[in-house]
């Protein structure tokens, strides 16, 4: 398919017209309630957002990182203090200056892929989890010497307007989360992403044709970083509303983990279908519970089978299709169209006979 | 076959002067020197283990010898890395087939536009007029590639599924993309059927003469080394023993004793 505009090929337009149909006019005007927005949608654009950066440095580039929730609380801080002592930035400068300063975390802890890969490269990379919350524990100063350990986040006003209801930080969110993903499918299909993928699947070639090792993978853990600090940012000041280290420990990487992993590697898509999964299914299991059963199964069993599921389901993706459930929904889609097709074709030699 | 060259045969643009290679305590090349003419074809033979795949790594800066040189258009090396060989103008296939499985055909010999990308990750995000610019030419490039390829219908295919003679091909087609002056290509014929490797000895001529790239090959298959090349040198134990035109090479007595063997 010809590319329409940009690196868009028709279809593309299409689906992003529909997902921002949806998501701009269809949700808010039938989706009322605030638990909907505040538990689900929000936190599911803003942990979509921090699966896109996973999926640049581990599914794009094949670094197996793990410690994006680190990355994430470098941007929440980073956020809460530039509001606090630089106010003339505004939401969207400290936004992306906070993306930045992820960004050179990103690099810093980043350095160790040059030399290590696999499962040592993903030991390594912990560091930068554990270190982050270590030093933002240690130093009052990134708390703003607050003592209760939970720090209220300020509120949002983007051009002097203040955006606090559920249904305002939605979009906010989404328009964080809309922009950023456009940008990121935009280098996932150039040559940005090309470079990123050589590396992933033959570093040597990759090298022999001019691509430079050091700098794709530093490249791709800066932008992962970004992604995840913006992500962390918005976490905290739309879905948490507070700030505290132990909302981003490991628990929330091996989450984004999960989510990349489930959503399909290497996919853009898949970071929104796998969010959407792990975010949804503890609700569905939960309300199974609670319909189903009538609360006959204690809370802590559906939260442990839950555990188990996500357990099993990742095993059963790695070995039967690596690519996750965006491969699914591909697969789902072109069965369905071959199915359309050939019903099509059916149809009209029936009504070729009928007419003989 | 005589018949006029576009591009004649030069001067020596690859010089690799007494290189010594060994790992640990076993010597895969010792005080080995030859040269390569621009815009000839050059075949590497020798018997397995003759350190010709080791050859060529240490010329395209994979393994580092312990001893020797390297020198390109009458300038030595001092630090050989692959990329710093890449951006010089040399590029190569590899023995084992080294493509990016998972992408495309067209998006592996985009890979080998690398070097004439000049647009940097921010650009690329927001698509500004000279990416689209760029990408376009590069397309274009590889277009032409893959028809001069006859690889049009799989271009859209992930290499991985492909079989092992037009991934051989493949892995051509990327390093034309690069618009390189040298290819090493490392048995390009390896596990080719017949007809497949007079397809491959036909592209590899047609490049040569048609783009004046100099050739450096690998290969097994003496019937096809004696046809296609230019000249020949010949590895046994890590050691030249012989170097010189394919009939000259024929009639020496050391590389009759290399391959058919000798009573010691």
Not at chain 1, 21 to 29: D, E, G, R
Not at chain 1, 237 to 254: G, Q
Not at chain 1, 287 to 316: K, R
Not at chain 2, 56 to 70: A, H, R
Request: glycine share 8%; with cysteine; aromatic share 10%.
């Amino acid at each position: 398919m010809k590319p329409v505009f940009m690196t868009y090929t028709k279809k593309d337009i299409i689906n992003l017209a529909v997902c921002m149909v949806l998501s701009v006019l269809v949700i808010p005007t039938f989706i009322t309630t605030e638990y909907w927005y505040t538990s689900i949608l929000i936190p599911w654009l803003c942990l979509a957002l921090a699966t896109i950066g996973q999926q640049i440095v581990m599914g794009y580039t094949g670094q197996l990182a793990l410690g994006a929730a680190g990355f994430m609380a470098a941007g929440a801080f980073a956020m809460f203090n530039l509001i606090l002592r630089v106010p003339d930035l505004g939401f969207v400068g400290s936004l992306i200056v906070s993306g930045l300063i992820a960004a050179a975390f990103g690099i810093l802890f980043g350095l160790p892929s040059l030399k290590v890969r696999g499962i040592y490269l993903m030991v390594a990379t912990l560091a930068s989890q554990f270190f982050i919350i270590w030093m933002i524990d240690k130093f009052g100063w990134f708390k703003n010497y607050d003592s209760s350990g939970i720090i209220t986040a300020q509120d949002i006003v983007i051009l002097g307007k203040p955006f606090t209801t559920p249904l305002a930080m939605y979009f906010v969110c989404l328009a964080v989360t809309t922009i950023l993903t456009l940008l990121a499918m935009n280098m996932a299909r150039g040559s940005t992403g090309r470079n990123w993928m050589a590396v992933r699947d033959m570093d040597i070639a990759a090298e022999s044709m001019g691509v430079s090792l050091l700098r794709t993978k530093v490249q791709a853990f800066a932008i992962s970083a970004f992604y995840c600090g913006v992500a962390g940012a918005l976490f905290a000041f739309c879905y948490l509303k507070s700030l505290e280290p132990v909302a981003f420990d490991i628990k929330l990487s091996f989450k984004i983990l999960f989510m990349c992993i489930l959503g399909g590697l290497g996919t853009i898509n898949g970071a929104f279908i796998g969010a959407a999964f792990i975010l949804l299914f503890p609700v569905l299991l939960n309300s199974v519970g609670n319909n189903v059963f009538h609360g006959a199964i204690d809370a802590t069993i559906i939260s442990s089978i839950e555990q188990v599921i996500f357990g099993g389901l990742m095993i059963i993706f790695m070995i039967y299709e690596p690519l996750g459930m965006a491969k699914l929904w591909e697969n789902l889609k072109v069965s369905f169209k071959s199915k359309m097709s050939s019903s099509g074709i059916k149809s009209a030699k029936s009504s070729a006979q009928k007419s003989e | 076959m005589e018949y006029e060259r576009k591009f004649k045969i030069g001067k020596p643009i690859l010089e690799v002067n007494n290189i010594s290679l060994s790992f640990g305590g076993v010597k895969a090349i010792t005080d080995t020197s030859f040269n390569v003419l621009e815009h000839e074809v050059r075949a590497i033979i020798g018997p397995n283990g003759a350190g010709k795949s080791s050859m060529l790594n240490c010329i395209n800066g994979i393994y580092k010898p312990q001893q020797g040189t390297v020198s390109f258009r009458g300038q030595q090396i001092p630090n050989i890395t692959p990329n710093i060989m890449a951006q010089m103008g040399l590029s190569r296939t590899f023995q084992n087939l080294a493509l990016f499985k998972r992408m495309s055909v067209l998006d592996n010999i985009l890979v080998g536009r690398k070097l004439h990308t000049k647009t940097n990750f921010l650009e690329v995000a927001l698509q500004l007029p000279r990416v689209k610019k760029e990408e376009k030419l590069n397309r274009e490039r590889s277009e032409e590639i893959i028809s001069f390829l006859e690889i049009e219908d799989i271009k859209d295919t992930p290499v991985g599924k492909l079989p092992y003679g037009l991934q051989k091909k493949v892995e051509l087609g990327r390093a034309l993309a690069t618009d390189s002056t040298i290819i090493l290509l490392d048995e390009p014929m390896a596990g080719m059927n017949v007809e497949e490797k007079r397809d491959m000895c036909r592209f590899i001529l047609k490049v040569n003469d048609e783009l004046g790239t100099t050739m450096v090959l690998i290969e097994h298959d003496m019937g096809v080394v004696m046809d296609i090349s230019d000249r020949v040198v010949v590895l046994d134990y890590g050691k030249v023993i012989g170097d010189g035109t394919p009939d000259e090479v024929r009639s020496n007595q050391k590389v009759i004793d290399a391959y058919l063997g000798v009573e010691h």
